[in-house]
């Protein structure tokens, strides 16, 4: 029996993809949860090995729009053979609810989880309303 030690494996899906797509600028969408509680909302995206610098989180007209562009590492005579981790200009946009207050929201980014906390305006809030 013989082996090829010159074998390489290589995702033969994301090749073809890649083949076929390949006049189109790299897009895409990076995994994200989204969650309420009492408080308000959240938005976890998953950034591997973006900085800060590269990300732009906008809210208008109760839509938030987080936009990115990792850059791209040039590496002279590089060949990949399975590449996974993502590269290219991604965007995400998230329709909110009136009950948000736009001018709380706060993001954080901390090893390439961003969060972004939406508070839900006070009078929205559930309160505990008293028996007299």
Known sequence: MTFNVNYAPFDVDKFLRGALHADQPAVWDPACNTYEDEQGYWVQI?????DRKDISIVFEDGVLTVKGE??????PNRTYFVREIERGSFARAFRLPGTVDPGKVSA?????LLTIQIPKREETKPRQIAVE
């Open 46 to 50: 998953a950034l591997p090995g973006l």
């Open 70 to 75: 990792p850059k791209e590492e040039a590496v």
């Open 108 to 112: 954080s980014h901390k090893e390439g």
